[in-house]
C-alpha cells in the first residue's frame, strides 16, 4: 500500500500515480493533496493524525516549497512503515507517531538529475516510494539509490502551556468545517463547562457539536485529542478571528 | 466494495480509510466527501442518484450534524446492499432505491464508548462497514455488535404537485455546475417547448445544454430524471436566483 | 486500468464508477474531476502532458459541452492505451503523445438511446471504456457498438512563436498553485537570466521557486516542459494578471 500526500490540488497528484503504477500494483489511497499551499507544519500535524491509522505502506508526503534546491530527499523507517518526502520536517511528527517507542532510520534518496527542477513529487519522490514498496531498502542501498542520512531538518510542532486553570497555547491548523484546532491538550477541558479564550466571555466547553444552538460557539476535544474552537453548524475560525498560528489563551471553569 | 460518502472535505476520509483498509482488503471507492456540509438532505438526495449504479457494496455514508448524541448509528440492509451511517435519515431514499421492491432490515450498530464524540465516521461507523464487509451481519450479531433496530428517523425527499400546464416542486440540491435540480419529475415538461418559472418570462424547454447560447439559460431533464433549471456554459443557480430549498413554480406552454 | 477525467466536480463521477464496475474489476484512477468546466482546450492540455506517465490503460475523458447533441463518441487507439470521450478534439492531444510515433486509430462509439441527455459519461462513455478494457475492440466491432469513425473534430493546442532574443505565445492554463502556463518552449529560457513578460520590468528566469523571496515573481521552466509565469508561495496568475487564452510577449536576456 502507498498513501499519497500533497498540496497539488489536480490534476498534478495524477501524474504521481502514472509514474508509481508504472513501478508498482500497490493499492493506491490518497490521505490529502488539498493540504494548505507550502504550509509544511499543517501537514506535518494532518501527517501525524491520520498516518497511524493505516496499515504497514510507503507513505508518499510532497509539501515542498523548496523544490529543486539543494534541499535533500528523504526515506524515513518508521516502525512497519516508510515514509518519502521533502528534507523539510514534513515527514517527521507522523514518523516518530508511527515508531510509537521505537527509533527512526533515515536515509537520503540519491537524486540524479530529475526530469525537473519543479515537480520533485513526479520526478524524484514518486519513482523513490514505487522501489521501496517493491523491493524494500536493502536493494536500493546496493544500487546507490539510497544512503543513510547525514542530518536531516527537524520539525516539532509547538507545544502548549498548560497552567493552573487554562493553558496557553496556538491554533495548528483549521480544518475544512473552519474548526480552529489548537495545540492545547484535550485534557484541560476535564470537568470544565465554560471556557473563556483570549479574555473573552466564556462559552460552553462540550462533548459534542449538538450541545450548543446552530451557530453558537463551543470548545470541545476534536478526534486528534486537542482542544477545538468550534461553531455548530457554522466557522470557528470565522467567529472567534483565528488563523493558523494565532496564539490562543484559555481559562476554564 | 465499499464506498464511502461525507461532508468532510479533507483529509478526515483518509482517517476513514486507514481504519477500513486495517479490517478489510475491500475496494475503497469514493462517492462524495464535498456533499454541503451537514445537509442530511442533500446527501440523502445524491445517494439516491448514484448509489443504485453500483454493483453489490457496503455503502458508508457520514453526513452527521449529530455526532457524539444519543443517536444512533445504522446498517441498513436494502437488496444486495448495505448501507452504514448516522440514525438521521440520510440513508433511507437511498436504501428504498436500493431494495427496489424488497424491504429493509434496520439494525442498529452497538456504539460501545468510542475514542471520539466528534468523529464516529472513524470511531463507529468506518470499523462497523469494516466488519460488515468481512463477515456479513450474523457474526456481528452474534457477537452483540448489532442488534435490531427499535426504530428509527426517516426522511422522505419533498414531492412536488404536477398539475395542469405544470408544477409546483422546490429546488432540492445545487450541483457543482450551478444547475438547479427540482424534484419536479421531467415528464413535466414532454412536448414543451417552453417553461415560466415563478411566473418569469419563458424561457426553453429543451433537451441539451447546447439548444441554447452560451450564458442563456433553460430547463432540461437532468440524469436523475427531475428538472433543473440551468444556464448553458453558466450558473443555473445564479440566474434564477435560487437556492436548496426554495419554492419553484412551473408552467410549461 | 482505467483512467478517469472529467469537469464534474462532485459527485458525478461516482455514478461513472459505479457503471464502470458493474463492467470490469479494473482499477481505478482519478486523473482530475476538476478541469476547467467545459473547457475543452484546458483539458486536452492537462491530459497531453499526465496521461503518458501511465502504463497502459483506457483512458475515459468527459469534458463535454455538447452532450446530448449529434457530436459522436470516439474511442481512439493510441500505442498501447485507449482514450474515450466525445468527439470534440479533448482527446487527441494526448492521443498523438501517448501514440509517440505510431498512428492512431479512431473509432465512433455506436450509441443508442441513452438514458439521458446531459450524462453521457455515464450512460455512454462508462460503458462503452468498461467493455473495452473487458474486451478489447474487435468483439465491439463485431456487436456493432464500434464502427470505423468517418473523420472527427481535431484540436490542436497553439504553439509559440520563437524569435531572437524572446517569443510570442500564449497562456495555455492556469494551475491550482496560480502558475500561468505558457506555450513557450522552456528553451526560450535556457541561458537567461531575466525575461521581461508584455515589456514590463524584467524579473528574474530561475530554475526554482525559492530562488526569488516569497512573493516575489519568477519566470521558469514547468514539469510540461514550458515556460511558466509564477510568484514564489504566491499566485502568479494574479501578478501577471493573466488568464487563460490571454497573449504573453516573452523578451529574454
Known amino acids: 500500500m502507498i498513501t499519497l500526500s500533497s498540496d497539488f490540488g489536480s490534476p498534478y497528484p495524477a501524474a504521481m500515480k502514472g509514474v508509481l503504477l508504472s513501478e508498482t500494483d500497490a493499492r493506491l489511497v490518497d490521505v490529502s493533496h488539498e493540504f494548505p499551499r507550502q504550509d509544511v507544519r499543517a501537514a506535518a500535524f494532518w501527517l501525524r493524525e491520520v498516518l497511524p491509522y493505516f496499515p504497514p505502506a510507503v507513505h508518499l508526503v510532497v509539501v515542498d516549497p523548496g523544490v529543486g534546491t539543494d534541499r535533500a530527499a528523504l526515506a524515513v523507517s518508521a516502525g512497519d512503515a516508510w515514509l518519502v518526502g521533502p528534507d523539510n520536517g514534513v515527514l517527521l511528527p507522523a514518523a516518530r507517531a508511527l ?5 527512526l532510520t533515515l536515509f537520503e534518496v540519491v ?18 516510494a514505487g522501489r521501496l514498496h517493491e523491493s524494500g531498502a536493502d536493494p536500493l542501498r546496493e544500487a546507490g539509490l539510497l544512503r ?36 492545547v491538550p ?4 476535564d470537568g470544565a463547562s465554560e471556557v473563556s479564550v483570549d ?11 449538538a450541545a450548543v444552538d446552530s451557530g453558537d460557539p463551543l470548545a470541545t476535544v476534536g478526534s486528534h485529542g486537542n482542544v477545538e474552537l468550534d461553531v455548530n453548524r457554522g466557522r470557528g475560525d470565522e467567529w472567534f478571528d483565528l488563523a493558523p498560528g494565532d496564539a490562543v489563551s484559555l481559562e476554564v471553569r
Do not use: K, Q, Y
Open 148 to 183: 543513510p542520512a547525514d542530518g536531516h531538518v527537524d520539525l516539532e510542532l509547538p507545544t502548549a502551556t498548560v497552567r493552573d486553570g487554562g493553558a496557553d497555547g496556538e491554533v495548528l491548523v483549521v480544518d475544512d468545517f473552519g474548526n480552529a484546532i489548537t495545540n
Open 199 to 209: 479574555g473573552a466571555d466564556p462559552i460552553p466547553a462540550a462533548r459534542t457539536f
Open 186 to 189: 484535550g485534557t484541560v477541558l
Open 99 to 103: 515508531a510509537d517507542d521505537g527509533g
Open 111 to 128: 537524486v540524479d538529475d530529475p526530469d525537473s527542477s519543479t515537480f520533485h513529487g513526479r520526478d524524484v519522490f514518486a519513482p523513490a
